[in-house]
């Protein structure tokens, strides 16, 4: 279906429906085509296949010894949770973690007690409700807007799709996720919610390979294991390596953020303030930012 | 009254034929024009959504004709093609009013179109 779209230039004009039954005829021919394949390769398959059962017909027995070697599939070690859940007293900070993982060192943040958002302009360091900041979407080059779709509390501000990661935050839910069209948009403009597109890293555990090749601090907001964490390399890092290394700490989904020395801070247990990074000087309009504050 | 049907996993859309004035390209997504002035934006690019005229209208999707990449509109309500302006605007003649803008070779394509519909009186 999306071939479609592809197929019509700005200058040509189509009417709707006319082609649909040659397409369906072929559609019709390609199905039979591929239904006349299927039953070639089954009768080779089975030509081939049914002379070897006839000799491996002997029961496997319960302490047949062969059993174990049949491979069975790597049963994985529940994943624990980083962060430190022990305090009960309902404080918001943010919790600051360091991990090496294949030689790459991170800094993890895990934003404790504080509902998320989105927020366009520079946040207000004096805002003491705010525990943790970071850049979210990148900037467009050419016009200094936001690039790809972004919802801001259900306004939507940006549309379009140039990265495939995306940030729901809806209901005072964090969803991380990987799509090429996300009802998740539309949710967010209906419930106030909120929405931006990124870099994908990892989906489903998979990393996800991105065209630029350049080294360059690294930053993501993971699901891992359902626990919402911001990552960041503390040296240069490619893509590649530090989605690898997301992989390899088990993350369920991660998208990219702002990363080389894009603008953040946090608020820790003892409400020290904390710069990530420095705020640059002048900045773009539509600069915005995934915030943890103070739930009220 | 015929409908398209656009449904998703958590939402359907039903919009009547006749009320359908145009659907505009917004990047990956597409923004439904009804009669009514109102805009829906769904999460269809505007290909799959030519694709879900075609299958659901078949020959009687014939009104809506897909202009370059950006445009889907229903002939019913063409009221100006202004190719020196690269103009194009749709009217029910009532209160229903869209300025658009289309490339000046698609809007010669409309015109020729739309002539031939009259000649042919298949208007």
Same mark, same amino acid.
């Given at each position: ?296 | ?35 009514? @002035? !109102? =805009? ?10 030519? $694709?879900?005229?075609?299958? +659901? #209208? ?9 202009? @370059? !990449? =950006? ?10 093609? $202004?190719?020196?302006?690269? +103009? #194009? ?29 009259? #000649?042919?009186?298949?208007?």
């Amino acid at each position: 279906m999306n071939k479609r779209t592809d197929e019509i230039r700005d200058d040509e004009l189509r009417v709707i429906g006319q082609s649909s039954k040659s397409n369906s005829c072929s559609k019709l021919l390609k199905k039979y085509w591929f239904v006349a394949v299927l039953a070639i390769i089954l009768v080779i398959a089975t030509i081939i296949i049914l002379p070897h059962t006839s000799h491996n017909e002997s029961v496997q027995e319960v302490f047949d010894p062969s059993a174990s070697l049949v491979p069975c599939e790597e049963v994985s070690e529940p994943i624990q949770l980083l962060g430190d859940y022990s305090d009960t007293s309902g404080v918001a900070y943010t919790e600051h973690l360091q991990h090496t993982i294949n030689d790459i060192p991170l800094d993890i943040y895990i934003p404790h007690n504080a509902v998320a958002s989105l927020s366009i302009g520079t946040p207000d360091i004096k805002d003491k409700s705010i525990i943790f900041v970071t850049q979210a979407a990148d900037i467009r080059a050419d016009n200094g807007k936001i690039n790809g779709a972004f919802v801001l509390a259900g306004e939507p501000m940006a549309w379009g799709l140039s990265k495939k990661g995306f940030v729901s935050i809806i209901d005072n839910k964090i969803i991380v996720g990987v799509a090429d069209n996300s009802p998740l948009f539309e949710e967010a403009t209906e419930k106030g919610g909120y929405f931006f597109r990124q870099y994908a890293l990892v989906n489903n555990g998979v990393l996800v390979e991105n065209e630029p090749k350049n080294k360059s601090i690294r930053k993501a907001i993971c699901d891992r294991g359902g626990e919402i964490i911001i990552v960041m390399s503390q040296n240069p890092e490619s893509f590649h390596d530090f989605a690898q290394a997301l992989v390899d700490f088990r993350v369920d989904n991660a998208v990219y953020l702002v990363g080389s020395d894009s603008y953040g801070f946090y608020r820790d247990k003892y409400d020290h303030f904390v710069q990530i990074c420095e705020k640059r000087r002048g900045g773009y309009k539509y600069e915005n930012y995934i915030e943890w504050k103070v739930s009220r | 009254m015929k409908h398209i049907i656009i449904s998703k996993s958590t939402e359907l859309l039903r919009v009547p034929v006749d009320y359908m004035m145009y659907v505009s390209s917004d990047g990956n997504y597409s923004n439904i024009i009804t009669l009514d @002035g !109102r =805009s829906r934006l769904v999460c269809l690019q505007l290909g799959q959504v030519e $694709d879900i005229i075609a299958e +659901q #209208l078949g020959d009687n999707g014939g009104n809506f004709l897909r202009l @370059g !990449r =950006s445009l889907i509109i229903n002939t019913n309500y063409i009221y100006l093609v $202004d190719v020196a302006k690269q +103009q #194009l605007i749709l009217s029910d003649c009532k209160g229903s009013w869209h300025e658009l803008t289309a490339s000046r070779e698609v809007l010669i394509k409309l015109k020729t179109y739309i002539e031939s519909l009259k #000649l042919t009186g298949n208007e």
